[in-house]
């Protein structure tokens, strides 16, 4: 903004004069001052600091608090005058003020418009309020005992005295009174005392007398102030500032009314007489136009309306100058281009304009400050050509970057204070209820305005922040010409420099502002400072900025970049010497295909003159150019014929190194390959260097060609390029081809995924697996599954076995598996089969134990082999980063699914036959009998056992188990009698029936009879195979118990949720007959207990234990597993039973 006036561009306020702060004088050495004038030399120097700091000139300040701009004079300042009077030749005329266009020694005499100096003197020259800093009179104490004839006397010198400094304290107030008077400024006295002096009951005496003796309005006209600490000094000055804030804007307002006035007798018809000089009668100045009068008047009521606050006020007379200058301009009649009052409406007219878009800011209406902007741009530059000011001329493009400028300097403040700028994300779609309520909505403004939004922003609409308007300004700046006549007057100013300073702000505030780390903004502004560099001559920089900048073009393929930025940067190369440098940049240049139209071997001739002429730095190691992220110079492609090969076995390869086909490189020294072969390495235009050959391994591996090394040699040069097996220029694809004959040259597309690398993998292992077995398993038996595993392969093979149990979805049932040994209910892992030679097969037995339900049984069956071939001993010790090698392993799988039946089938028939016995009386003797059976009936019970299975079954023994009850006793029964019509073969569909007799007894008092019945049968069986493992007999555990006990719940609990079959028989200790009983099958009389096999065991928890040993199939454990988890339950059960 340093190329405005800052009086037009500072945002203006209300004006305070402050008087009396000077410091004093400093004493004489041998003068000692006293504490008192020491306190008030620092009251004065706090109120000057406080006075000054609170409000400095500047041009963003929106607040709006009641604070003035403050003004240090001194007590006789003088005001400038209103108006000059008339000379002898002018006393006949009205009169003018000094800056009035209209007074012939003016600067705007004659016709112009509004100067500077106007503002500086409504800032620095004439105040709206002053304050007059004054210290009253103050007599020195009377000194210790003083009789009453002199106390008197003391009383009476001291008023005489104070009313005679008084009085000359008011004249010089009245003086100052009569001055600010005739400018209508409010003046008010500010009285220093001491603390003493405020409790002098005579103070008040003579406050009044000093206001009616110096003419003091009586409000806010007269203050008294004592040295205080710098907090109070600062609630003083706020009070005097609130209390005169309301006088400051009447000043203003009445300056705006007489503006007004004269404004409407203007526009009235007015016509203002130019006084005339002898001197140039003959030759008399034109005058001001009425619409430059409208631009005076318009401005003027705007500055004192931004004097008073009020920003609306301001904005709409800021418009009505602005609009009133476009018309002046429109004309050259009126302002004839080039000439000293065009420059300076010129310049009016961009303030004018920064004060609009101040103002809408303010207010936060980004908007309309971004329009106003670019309208006063676009107005402009259309009047510009009309003036001869081009675009082609270095004046039409200074003054756009000067606009740009001045308005990111704007924001830049406006950003450090309190303006945001906005955020312009894109709005999201509206939704589908949004849509919905948009049709059903009789107004949609809303709605359809969200819509609007979202189809996209201009971005010239969008107010952007500062750096973005650096950088406009930094691109105008660039657009310089020497053709035009303003350009003479520039020659002696840096452009460069000027240009690079823009470019660099705008830099930091894009980086500053920017959502990633580094934007494509970023890195375009980046790459203009670097040529702003090289065209300053500061190639080392410029060279800086190209490093950086070409990192992330090569990364992300932005060609268009790459061409001017590696031109540039190797130009700065040839100015630094750096010869390495000037190398890579030209290969480079020939893999991102660089081609001048007029001259296709610039490149390559640069190239060659540079290995030639030039020697590089270090002539033992060569200089290494990685174009891995920028393009290759020569398109590479590798090819495998077949993707996957067996150890022991090759696929061919092909790789093709392809020249481009418009940059030439034929003159280029290419001596080697390294993968490595030599030959004739120089390619054509389009031709095309094919290497062919085969790849194979010893062990698994994954082969492919990793990097391709061009070793390029001429004289001292050795260069050596790492190149991709497989890169293409970008935006170019080529066909893969295979070279099927050399002499003549034929191809063969490659049809289908091509493949850059082979995967070499183990032979695979030949091994036959045989599982036979025959189904259907039978509830209660363990199931042969026999596994036979036969090496079929060249090679000895170690095999193992896994085995997986699937859980069966179905309620009841058990499963578990024996394998080798091992038992498990769902997987037994690692059965070694051992080393099978050639040949040799090995089977094994697996056992399926099935109980509970039926349904099926699904196992899956892993046969791993392994080879036992020992690898080559490695020539060096390996490293442990070195990946391992593969195993040579293989696996075949095998799922069954066997379903399991029950392998007998009961069906049940029961006939009753009441009993022909006479009832026995009451008195009858043989009732008392323990013998005694009163015969209520019979039941004949028919037994059908079916045979459901196949193959069948061997019965080796049936027997009825017989229960002893109160209620039925089994008297009879075929199976007894004649077991061995039972004991044979039973085949698929074999029955077998058994009759039994059951005597019923009418006995009622016995109480629940938990005998399920009077017996049950017990049978035993095998499988007919000669495979199998000896069978489970089916039995029922007898449990003793009494309701009573509590222990009982914890055999019953485990009973029940392992799923043993188990008979509860009640045990009554009261009873002499059931105890004498019980005793003889359990001497010591401990309940629980359970007869397992002819065995009595006792006690609650070592029945929990026996159960889950004793039954090791059936789930879920009720104790736990761990051996420390399991002996601490064993503690708290025993502490609890001692309970």
Same mark, same amino acid.
């Given at each position: 903004?340093?190329?405005?006036?800052?009086?037009?561009?500072?945002?203006?306020?209300?004006?305070?004069?402050?008087?009396?702060?000077?410091?004093?004088?400093?004493?004489?050495?041998?003068?000692?001052?006293?504490?008192?004038?020491?306190?008030?030399?620092?009251?004065?120097?706090?109120?000057?600091?406080?006075?000054?700091?609170?409000?400095?000139?500047?041009?963003?300040?929106?607040?709006?608090?009641?604070?003035?701009?403050?003004?240090?004079?001194?007590?006789?300042?003088?005001?400038?005058?209103?108006?000059?009077?008339?000379?002898?030749?002018?006393?006949?005329?009205?009169?003018?003020?000094?800056?009035?266009?209209?007074?012939?020694?003016?600067?705007?005499?004659?016709?112009?418009?509004?100067?500077?100096?106007?503002?500086?003197?409504?800032?620095?020259?004439?105040?709206?309020?002053?304050?007059?800093?004054?210290?009253?009179?103050?007599?020195?104490?009377?000194?210790?005992?003083?009789?009453?004839?002199?106390?008197?006397?003391?009383?009476?010198?001291?008023?005489?005295?104070?009313?005679?400094?008084?009085?000359?304290?008011?004249?010089?107030?009245?003086?100052?009174?009569?001055?600010?008077?005739?400018?209508?400024?409010?003046?008010?006295?500010?009285?220093?005392?001491?603390?003493?002096?405020?409790?002098?009951?005579?103070?008040?005496?003579?406050?009044?007398?000093?206001?009616?003796?110096?003419?003091?309005?009586?409000?806010?006209?007269?203050?008294?102030?004592?040295?205080?600490?710098?907090?109070?000094?600062?609630?003083?000055?706020?009070?005097?500032?609130?209390?005169?804030?309301?006088?400051?804007?009447?000043?203003?307002?009445?300056?705006?009314?007489?503006?007004?006035?004269?404004?409407?007798?203007?526009?009235?018809?007015?016509?203002?007489?130019?006084?005339?000089?002898?001197?140039?009668?003959?030759?008399?100045?034109?005058?001001?136009?009425?619409?430059?009068?409208?631009?005076?008047?318009?401005?003027?009521?705007?500055?004192?309306?931004?004097?008073?606050?009020?920003?609306?006020?301001?904005?709409?007379?800021?418009?009505?100058?602005?609009?009133?200058?476009?018309?002046?301009?429109?004309?050259?009649?009126?302002?004839?281009?080039?000439?000293?009052?065009?420059?300076?409406?010129?310049?009016?007219?961009?303030?004018?304009?920064?004060?609009?878009?101040?103002?809408?800011?303010?207010?936060?209406?980004?908007?309309?400050?971004?329009?106003?902007?670019?309208?006063?741009?676009?107005?402009?530059?259309?009047?510009?050509?009309?003036?001869?000011?081009?675009?082609?001329?270095?004046?039409?493009?200074?003054?756009?970057?000067?606009?740009?400028?001045?308005?990111?300097?704007?924001?830049?403040?406006?950003?450090?204070?309190?303006?945001?700028?906005?955020?312009?994300?894109?709005?999201?779609?509206?939704s589908a209820a949004k849509l919905a309520a948009q049709a059903a909505a009789p107004q949609r403004g809303p709605l359809e305005a969200d819509a609007v939004r979202s189809l996209g922003?201009?971005?010239?609409?969008?107010?952007?922040?500062?750096?973005?308007?650096?950088?406009?300004?930094?691109?105008?700046?660039?657009?310089?010409?020497?053709?035009?006549?303003?350009?003479?007057?520039?020659?002696?100013?840096?452009?460069?420099?000027?240009?690079?300073?823009?470019?660099?702000?705008?830099?930091?505030?894009?980086?500053?502002?920017?959502?990633?780390?580094?934007?494509?903004?970023?890195?375009?502004?980046?790459?203009?400072?670097?040529?702003?560099?090289?065209?300053?001559?500061?190639?080392?920089?410029?060279?800086?900025?190209?490093?950086?900048?070409?990192?992330?073009?090569?990364?992300?393929?932005?060609?268009?970049?790459?061409?001017?930025?590696?031109?540039?940067?190797?130009?700065?190369?040839?100015?630094?010497?750096?010869?390495?440098?000037?190398?890579?940049?030209?290969?480079?240049?020939?893999?991102?295909?660089?081609?001048?139209?007029?001259?296709?071997?610039?490149?390559?001739?640069?190239?060659?003159?540079?290995?030639?002429?030039?020697?590089?730095?270090?002539?033992?190691?060569?200089?290494?150019?990685?174009?891995?992220?920028?393009?290759?110079?020569?398109?590479?492609?590798?090819?495998?014929?077949?993707?996957?090969v067996s150890i022991g076995e090759s696929s061919a390869f092909q790789i093709t190194l392809t020249a481009p086909p418009a940059i030439p490189i034929s003159d280029l020294p290419f001596?080697?390959?390294?993968?490595?072969?030599?030959?004739?390495?120089?390619?054509?235009?389009?031709?095309?260097?094919?290497?062919?050959?085969?790849?194979?391994?010893?062990?698994?591996?994954?082969?492919?060609?990793?990097?391709?090394?061009?070793?390029?040699?001429?004289?001292?040069?050795?260069?050596?390029?790492?190149?991709?097996?497989?890169?293409?220029?970008?935006?170019?694809?080529?066909?893969?081809?295979?070279?099927?004959?050399?002499?003549?040259?034929?191809?063969?597309?490659?049809?289908?995924?091509?493949?850059?690398?082979?995967?070499?993998?183990?032979?695979?292992?030949?091994?036959?697996?045989?599982?036979?077995?025959?189904?259907?398993?039978?509830?209660?038996?363990?199931?042969?599954?026999?596994?036979?595993?036969?090496?079929?392969?060249?090679?000895?093979?170690?095999?193992?076995?896994?085995?997986?149990?699937?859980?069966?979805?179905?309620?009841?049932?058990?499963?578990?598996?024996?394998?080798?040994?091992?038992?498990?209910?769902?997987?037994?892992?690692?059965?070694?089969?051992?080393?099978?030679?050639?040949?040799?097969?090995?089977? =094994?037995?697996?056992? !399926?134990?099935? #109980?509970? *339900?039926?349904?099926? @049984? /699904? %196992?899956? &069956?892993?046969?791993?082999?392994?080879?036992?071939?020992?690898?080559?001993?490695?020539?060096?010790?390996?490293?442990? =980063?070195?990946?391992? !090698?593969?195993? #040579?392993? *293989?696996?075949?799988? @095998? /799922? %069954?699914? &066997?379903?399991?039946?029950?392998?007998?089938?009961?069906?049940?028939?029961?006939?009753?036959?009441?009993?022909?016995?006479?009832?026995?009386?009451?008195?009858?003797?043989?009732?008392?009998?323990?013998?005694?059976?009163?015969?209520?009936?019979?039941?004949?019970?028919?037994?059908?056992?079916?045979?459901?299975?196949?193959?069948?079954?061997?019965?080796?023994?049936?027997?009825?188990?017989?229960?002893?009850?109160?209620?039925?006793?089994?008297?009879?029964?075929?199976?007894?009698?004649?077991?061995?019509?039972?004991?044979?073969?039973?085949?698929?569909?074999?029955?077998?029936?058994?009759?039994?007799?059951?005597?019923?007894?009418?006995?009622?008092?016995?109480?629940?009879?938990?005998?399920?019945?009077?017996?049950?049968?017990?049978?035993?069986?095998?499988?007919?195979?000669?495979?199998?493992?000896?069978?489970?007999?089916?039995?029922?555990?007898?449990?003793?118990?009494?309701?009573?006990?509590?222990?009982?719940?914890?055999?019953?609990?485990?009973?029940?949720?392992?799923?043993?079959?188990?008979?509860?028989?009640?045990?009554?200790?009261?009873?002499?007959?059931?105890?004498?009983?019980?005793?003889?099958?359990?001497?010591?009389?401990?309940?629980?207990?359970?007869?397992?096999?002819?065995?009595?065991?006792?006690?609650?928890?070592?029945?929990?234990?026996?159960?889950?040993?004793?039954?090791?199939?059936?789930?879920?454990?009720?104790?736990?597993?761990?051996?420390?988890?399991?002996?601490?339950?064993?503690?708290?059960?025993?502490?609890?039973?001692?309970?």
């Open positions: 903004m340093n190329s405005y006036p800052p009086e037009l561009l500072a945002q203006l306020a209300p004006v305070m004069f402050v008087a009396g702060l000077d410091a004093p004088p400093e004493p004489p050495s041998q003068a000692t001052p006293s504490k008192q004038q020491d306190s008030f030399a620092v009251l004065k120097h706090r109120l000057r600091e406080s006075l000054i700091s609170q409000r400095k000139v500047a041009i963003w300040q929106p607040e709006k608090a009641k604070l003035f701009q403050a003004v240090l004079v001194d007590a006789d300042a003088k005001f400038p005058p209103r108006k000059l009077p008339p000379t002898e030749e002018q006393s006949h005329h009205p009169l003018h003020s000094p800056l009035s266009p209209l007074t012939p020694t003016s600067p705007l005499y004659p016709d112009g418009l509004i100067a500077p100096i106007w503002i500086r003197k409504h800032t620095t020259l004439v105040p709206s309020v002053f304050v007059l800093f004054k210290r009253i009179y103050e007599h020195s104490p009377p000194p210790p005992n003083m009789t009453g004839t002199e106390h008197a006397d003391y009383d009476r010198d001291r008023d005489v005295e104070e009313r005679r400094r008084d009085t000359e304290l008011s004249a010089e107030i009245a003086q100052r009174k009569r001055s600010t008077n005739e400018r209508s400024i409010k003046l008010t006295a500010v009285l220093m005392a001491s603390r003493r002096m405020l409790d002098d009951p005579a103070l008040d005496a003579r406050l009044t007398f000093i206001r009616r003796q110096s003419g003091l309005d009586p409000r806010a006209a007269l203050f008294v102030l004592s040295p205080v600490t710098q907090t109070e000094i600062g609630d003083f000055i706020r009070s005097l500032q609130e209390a005169l804030y309301e006088p400051a804007l009447d000043y203003y307002t009445n300056h705006s009314k007489r503006v007004r006035r004269k404004r409407n007798r203007h526009s009235q018809g007015t016509v203002h007489a130019i006084p005339v000089s002898p001197l140039g009668a003959g030759n008399s100045p034109r005058p001001l136009r009425p619409e430059g009068w409208t631009v005076r008047y318009e401005y003027k009521m705007a500055c004192f309306a931004e004097f008073r606050g009020e920003d609306e006020v301001a904005l709409k007379h800021y418009q009505d100058a602005y609009t009133a200058l476009l018309v002046m301009f429109g004309s050259t009649a009126i302002l004839p281009p080039r000439t000293k009052r065009w420059a300076e409406a010129k310049v009016l007219a961009d303030c004018i304009s920064v004060k609009i878009c101040k103002l809408y800011l303010y207010n936060n209406e980004h908007a309309m400050a971004l329009a106003h902007h670019n309208g006063h741009m676009r107005k402009f530059s259309d009047l510009s050509r009309g003036w001869g000011i081009g675009d082609e001329t270095f004046e039409f493009w200074s003054w756009l970057a000067r606009q740009h400028r001045v308005f990111a300097e704007l924001l830049e403040q406006g950003t450090r204070s309190t303006l945001k700028i906005p955020k312009h994300a894109p709005v999201p779609p509206p922003l201009n971005p010239t609409h969008a107010l952007q922040h500062p750096g973005f308007y650096y950088y406009m300004a930094a691109q105008c700046t660039t657009n310089h010409s020497s053709l035009s006549p303003g350009f003479a007057n520039e020659k002696k100013v840096d452009h460069l420099a000027i240009a690079l300073e823009l470019y660099t702000r705008a830099y930091e505030l894009f980086k500053k502002n920017s959502a990633s780390l580094q934007s494509r903004q970023q890195l375009w502004i980046a790459y203009r400072i670097a040529q702003m560099y090289y065209e300053s001559g500061k190639f080392d920089m410029a060279v800086r900025f190209f490093e950086r900048i070409a990192k992330t073009y090569r990364r992300e393929k932005w060609e268009a970049m790459l061409h001017p930025l590696l031109s540039t940067w190797y130009s700065c190369a040839q100015q630094l010497g750096d010869m390495e440098l000037s190398v890579q940049l030209l290969l480079e240049m020939l893999g991102h295909r660089f081609i001048d139209q007029e001259d296709p071997d610039s490149v390559q001739e640069d190239l060659i003159a540079v290995l030639k002429s030039t020697v590089p730095s270090s002539t033992e190691e060569p200089l290494i150019v990685d174009l891995a992220e920028s393009g290759p110079i020569l398109d590479s492609t590798t090819i495998f014929w077949s993707p996957n001596s080697s390959l390294v993968v490595h072969f030599s030959a004739n390495l120089r390619w054509r235009d389009g031709s095309s260097l094919v290497l062919t050959g085969s790849l194979g391994s010893d062990f698994p591996i994954t082969l492919t060609v990793s990097k391709l090394v061009l070793t390029l040699q001429q004289n001292s040069w050795t260069i050596e390029m790492p190149l991709q097996p497989t890169s293409w220029r970008l935006g170019l694809i080529r066909k893969p081809q295979w070279l099927t004959s050399v002499n003549p040259a034929r191809f063969m597309s490659m049809h289908g995924e091509t493949h850059s690398s082979v995967t070499v993998h183990n032979k695979p292992h030949h091994v036959a697996v045989a599982v036979s077995h025959s189904s259907p398993a039978y509830l209660g038996e363990e199931y042969p599954i026999t596994i036979d595993v036969t090496n079929t392969d060249d090679r000895e093979l170690e095999i193992v076995v896994d085995v997986l149990l699937h859980p069966v979805e179905i309620d009841n049932a058990t499963s578990f598996i024996t394998f080798d040994g091992q038992t498990s209910s769902s997987l037994i892992k690692g059965v070694n089969f051992g080393r099978l030679a050639t040949g040799v097969h090995m089977s =094994k037995t697996l056992f !399926l134990g099935v #109980d509970g *339900a039926i349904g099926d @049984r /699904t %196992l899956d &069956i892993s046969v791993q082999s392994r080879t036992q071939t020992g690898l080559p001993a490695p020539a060096s010790p390996t490293s442990p =980063k070195s990946p391992t !090698l593969l195993a #040579d392993t *293989a696996e075949a799988l @095998r /799922t %069954l699914v &066997i379903p399991t039946v029950e392998p007998i089938k009961f069906e049940q028939e029961i006939k009753y036959k009441r009993s022909t016995k006479p009832i026995a009386g009451i008195a009858d003797l043989d009732t008392f009998e323990d013998d005694y059976w009163d015969d209520a009936g019979e039941a004949h019970v028919s037994t059908t056992m079916t045979c459901v299975g196949n193959p069948g079954i061997s019965v080796e023994s049936v027997k009825l188990v017989k229960e002893v009850g109160d209620r039925a006793k089994v008297i009879d029964c075929f199976a007894d009698a004649d077991e061995d019509s039972f004991l044979s073969e039973w085949l698929s569909g074999d029955e077998f029936c058994d009759h039994c007799c059951i005597a019923l007894s009418r006995n009622v008092d016995g109480g629940d009879d938990l005998i399920p019945g009077p017996g049950h049968y017990e049978i035993s069986w095998r499988r007919q195979l000669q495979t199998m493992r000896n069978h489970r007999n089916s039995f029922s555990t007898p449990l003793y118990a009494g309701r009573f006990c509590p222990f009982v719940y914890r055999t019953w609990i485990t009973l029940e949720e392992r799923g043993v079959p188990y008979q509860y028989k009640e045990v009554n200790p009261y009873d002499k007959e059931e105890r004498k009983q019980y005793i003889a099958i359990n001497p010591k009389g401990l309940i629980p207990s359970i007869l397992y096999k002819g065995r009595l065991l006792a006690e609650s928890f070592i029945l929990c234990e026996f159960l889950e040993d004793a039954y090791p199939y059936h789930q879920p454990d009720i104790l736990p597993v761990d051996p420390y988890t399991r002996a601490y339950a064993r503690i708290w059960a025993e502490n609890k039973t001692l309970v």
